[in-house]
T-cell receptor, first 119, second 115 residues
Framework: AQTVTQSQPEMSVQEAETVTLSCTYD???????LFWYKQPPSRQMILVIR??????QNATENRFSVNFQKAAKSFSLKISDSQLGDAAMYFC????????????????FGQGTILTVHP | DAGVTQSPTHLIKTRGQHVTLRCSPI?????VSWYQQVLGQGPQFIFQ???????GRGNFPDRFSARQFPNYSSELNVNALLLGDSALYLC??????????????FGSGTQLSVL
């Protein structure tokens, strides 16, 4: 079974600064997807960024980028130019890309990191 | 366009009761997944339904069941409620099975409190 670990329960950053959230995972599969989701107080999970394991290039989405280290099974999220609206709970998640009975709707989430942004 | 809608938003039940949670996916989406998020933890996968068939089940007891209707809306049922069932229940929809490049869209959840 796959596991996802976020070792930072809480992080804080000053507005306009950069912060990095850590995530490690454990899997025996070679093909999978990794995600970062944001959960604001509204409780709705919002996709921040996605990485396909077969791609060596790190994914980027505007101010958000990842550092994907497949051999180390590490998947960190970097938020540049932090904004007050970035304050939320952030979850790292794993999804198998395999077939053969795998539920594609099954995401395995980490425990989450609460991000506080100070003005 | 409406996103994923869930009802009710909050619910209070007592131990031993039964509860039904409802989810309407985004128009055109045929897959619905259910997750349980206990306070302070990440969501845990309960079920995925696609075209009215169960396509995946997480490690939850048989007290949890679900179904999907012809209009692709879904219900999650929990019998014989326990205090530990208190959680935020999230519904997510996708166009298909959420394979390859598909995106998963989440609702805002139903907060269930079991007293």
């Amino acid at each position: 079974a796959q596991t996802v670990t976020q070792s930072q329960p809480e992080m804080s950053v000053q507005e306009a600064e950069t912060v990095t959230l850590s995530c490690t995972y454990d899997t025996s599969e070679s093909d999978y997807y990794l995600f970062w989701y944001k959960q604001p107080p509204s409780r709705q999970m919002i996709l921040v960024i996605r990485q396909e394991a077969y791609k060596q290039q790190n994914a980027t989405e505007n101010r958000f980028s990842v550092n994907f280290q497949k051999a180390a099974k590490s998947f960190s999220l970097k938020i540049s130019d932090s904004q007050l609206g970035d304050a939320a709970m952030y979850f790292c998640a794993y999804r198998s890309a395999g077939a053969g009975g795998t539920s594609y709707g099954k995401l395995t989430f980490g425990q989450g990191t609460i991000l506080t942004v100070h003005p | 366009d409406a996103g994923v809608t869930q009802s009710p938003t909050h619910l209070i039940k007592t131990r031993g009761q039964h509860v039904t949670l409802r989810c309407s996916p985004i128009s055109g989406h045929k897959s619905v997944s259910w997750y349980q998020q206990v306070l302070g933890q990440g969501p845990q996968f309960i079920f995925q339904y696609y075209e009215k068939e169960e396509r995946g089940r997480g490690n939850f007891p048989d007290r949890f069941s679900a179904r999907q209707f012809p209009n692709y809306s879904s219900e999650l049922n929990v019998n014989a409620l326990l205090l530990g069932d208190s959680a935020l229940y999230l519904c997510a929809s996708s166009l298909g099975l959420f394979a390859t490049n598909e995106k998963l869209f989440f609702g805002s959840g139903t907060q269930l409190s079991v007293l």
